[in-house]
């Protein structure tokens, strides 16, 4: 897929305030300091369509992106250790479940993982929920230029395993990094096959 446009729509406080679910759309979400804004900057060949921070937790609220001016993109709040209250993690936490599990035109949520990390207990419960309410998602595999092919290998070997005692299957796994623009073709073909294979 070509990417021929990318343009900011709003930010929202709530799923309910987002556009109709009138077109195909794909969320982003995972542990804050992850990547995320690098590498949907990426994806969409821009360097500032979403805001990057070297403070975690930047996202706060649902940000929605016009793509191709055909399908949605959307940026969730980052969760996890952001240097925020606690109450304020328990509302980001309720904002991406709801979103998650009430949008209608929600086609396949990614979640993000650093791949350098071993499997963090907030990721595997995330999406341990989104397995329990059959909400389509995928595994991105972020950062995999900060470490050496054999390290790469052992780090997904790793969480491949510790998923497989939980998921008779795994998901789909896209192996990514924001410098390289790895793993963009592969991510934007698999959006590519849903929009042309689903329709709403």
Sequence with gaps: MEIKSADFIASYT???????????????????????????????????LAKTSQSPGKTQLINGFFVNKKWNLVDLPGYGYAKVAKSVRKDFNKLIKDYAEFRENLMCIFVLIDSRHKPQQNDLAFMRWLGEKEIPFSMIFTKADKLSSSELNKNLNTYKKEMLKEWEALPNIFITSSEQKLGRNEILDFIDRINKSVEI
């Design 14 to 48: 709530s799923y309910k305030d987002c556009p109709e679910p009138v077109m195909h759309e794909y969320a982003f979400v995972g542990r804050s300091n992850v990547g995320k804004s690098s590498l949907i900057n990426m994806l969409m060949g821009r360097k500032n």
